[in-house]
């Protein structure tokens, strides 16, 4: 129980200290308090069996039971779940109406011993059934973090299923000789485990995240010009051994130059950010959209000849330009888009882009707010680009 405790605290510490250095990460401060408490807790119930003050096994079930809140928080806030507080001291408190139903309506002593561990056992197999639900990061660590939540669940139930069956005597601690010592060791790997998983996940959210932010625009959410060039690069080449062709579509937002400086960059962020919407609505799971400038995008629909991308592209020219925009002076304003469209099986996506990027400024060229197609006598011949 000593190494049980030792153990907690330093876990405790090192995860309060990953939380002081990263403060975005906030699950891990609820996790280091939890661990102390489970520190606390263990040394108030030794002290408890030592000296045969039943004060001491109050305050120890108390702050396990609390413990096994805050563990259950962590779990929800890491998740970007909502972790109510009288979620979270509810279990505290069913352990010290356990006590009081034993000392003062006679109920047998096993109710105040086996409560905490009941609760303790609810509250980590819901962490683990949480996390186990929350796939979509692709964590490497999360899978035994889960399996050491949901093992810690049941080891508690095991225990309080043995001294409501009178295996183990109400009035001691499981020794480490019994058949249910099993509780000792795994708590240190509970603990250990835990938080150096923990952390792990933590650092590989973070390490996502940069990954994400490396390939991704950071104003739209899409992907970037780097992200786009290599994903597009990819589809390519799946086209070209599939035998399908692989559309390109070039967008630029019509006088967007002339909205930043009479509206504001605010109101040219809000109409980029619209015409995302705009494309992402009308694209399908398997198409690919970027940001290549500031108001020019691209869209690569693989599997699609010239004649559906055109039609598709106008879609999202007409739909664009019927949205309207209310400025920080209360302004309504209106704003068009000019596509390029072209569709092959290029040597590279730079060629095909080249030729969309033609067809684009044609567009420009001939009025704006329409949609052209790349034609094959353009190829090689230089565009004048307008606004």
């Given at each position: 129980m000593?190494?049980?405790?030792f153990?907690a605290?330093l876990?405790g510490?090192?995860?309060?200290?990953?939380?002081?250095?990263s403060r975005?990460?906030?699950a891990?401060?609820p996790?280091?308090v939890s661990?102390?408490?489970i520190?606390?807790?263990?040394?108030?119930?030794?002290?408890g069996s030592?000296s045969?003050?039943a004060?001491w096994?109050?305050v120890?079930?108390?702050?396990?039971t609390?413990?096994?809140?805050?563990?259950?928080a962590a779990?929800?806030?890491?998740t970007h779940?909502?972790a109510?507080?009288a979620?979270?001291?509810?279990?505290?408190?069913?352990?010290?109406?356990a006590?009081?139903?034993?000392?003062?309506?006679?109920?047998p002593?096993?109710?105040?011993?086996?409560?905490?561990?009941v609760?303790?056992?609810?509250?980590?197999a819901?962490?683990g059934?949480?996390?186990?639900?929350?796939?979509?990061?692709?964590?490497a660590?999360?899978?035994?973090?889960t399996?050491?939540?949901?093992?810690?669940?049941?080891?508690l139930g095991?225990?309080?299923?043995?001294?409501?069956?009178g295996?183990?005597?109400v009035?001691e601690?499981?020794?480490?000789?019994?058949?249910?010592?099993?509780?000792?060791?795994?708590?240190i790997v509970f603990?250990?485990?835990?938080a150096?998983?923990?952390?792990?996940m933590t650092?590989e959210?973070?390490?996502?995240h940069s990954r994400r932010?490396?390939?991704?625009d950071?104003l739209t959410?899409i992907a970037?010009?780097?992200?786009?060039?290599?994903g597009a690069d990819?589809m390519?080449?799946?086209t070209k051994?599939?035998?399908?062709?692989?559309?390109v579509?070039?967008?630029?937002?019509d006088?967007?130059?002339a909205i930043?400086?009479g509206h504001?960059h605010?109101t040219g962020?809000?109409?980029?950010r619209?015409?995302?919407?705009?494309?992402?609505?009308a694209?399908r799971?398997?198409d690919?959209?970027?940001?290549?400038g500031?108001?020019e995008f691209a869209?690569a629909l693989p599997?699609?000849?010239p004649?559906?991308a055109?039609?598709r592209?106008?879609?999202?020219?007409?739909?664009?330009?019927r949205?309207?925009?209310v400025?920080?002076n209360e302004?309504v304003?209106?704003?068009?888009?000019?596509?390029?469209?072209t569709a092959g099986?290029g040597?590279?996506?730079a060629?095909?882009?080249a030729?969309?990027?033609?067809?684009l400024?044609?567009?420009?060229?001939?009025g704006?707010n329409?949609v052209?197609?790349?034609?094959?006598s353009?190829?090689?011949?230089s565009?004048l680009r307008?606004?």
């Amino acid at each position: 129980m000593a190494m049980e405790s030792f153990v907690a605290v330093l876990a405790g510490l090192a995860l309060l200290y990953g939380w002081w250095q990263s403060r975005d990460a906030t699950a891990l401060l609820p996790w280091g308090v939890s661990c102390i408490l489970i520190s606390f807790g263990i040394y108030d119930l030794y002290m408890g069996s030592s000296s045969g003050n039943a004060a001491w096994f109050v305050v120890g079930n108390l702050s396990l039971t609390l413990a096994a809140g805050l563990g259950w928080a962590a779990i929800r806030i890491f998740t970007h779940r909502q972790a109510p507080v009288a979620l979270i001291v509810l279990g505290a408190v069913v352990s010290i109406a356990a006590g009081a139903l034993v000392e003062f309506a006679g109920l047998p002593r096993v109710l105040s011993i086996a409560a905490p561990l009941v609760v303790g056992c609810i509250y980590y197999a819901a962490a683990g059934v949480t996390l186990w639900r929350d796939n979509a990061e692709k964590l490497a660590a999360r899978i035994p973090m889960t399996v050491l939540l949901l093992v810690h669940a049941v080891v508690l139930g095991g225990e309080a299923l043995g001294y409501f069956a009178g295996a183990q005597d109400v009035g001691e601690l499981i020794p480490i000789a019994n058949a249910f010592g099993v509780v000792h060791y795994e708590s240190i790997v509970f603990t250990i485990g835990t938080a150096a998983f923990f952390l792990t996940m933590t650092r590989e959210r973070k390490e996502l995240h940069s990954r994400r932010a490396a390939h991704t625009d950071g104003l739209t959410g899409i992907a970037n010009r780097q992200s786009f060039m290599e994903g597009a690069d990819r589809m390519l080449a799946r086209t070209k051994r599939s035998k399908e062709t692989l559309a390109v579509v070039m967008f630029d937002l019509d006088y967007f130059k002339a909205i930043n400086d009479g509206h504001g960059h605010g109101t040219g962020d809000q109409v980029i950010r619209h015409f995302v919407r705009v494309v992402r609505d009308a694209m399908r799971p398997t198409d690919l959209f970027g940001r290549i400038g500031g108001e020019e995008f691209a869209l690569a629909l693989p599997g699609v000849d010239p004649d559906i991308a055109f039609a598709r592209a106008d879609r999202i020219r007409i739909e664009f330009s019927r949205s309207s925009f209310v400025t920080v002076n209360e302004e309504v304003l209106t704003a068009t888009v000019s596509a390029g469209v072209t569709a092959g099986d290029g040597p590279t996506i730079a060629a095909l882009l080249a030729d969309a990027d033609d067809a684009l400024y044609r567009a420009k060229a001939a009025g704006r707010n329409r949609v052209m197609k790349a034609a094959a006598s353009d190829k090689g011949k230089s565009v004048l680009r307008v606004a």
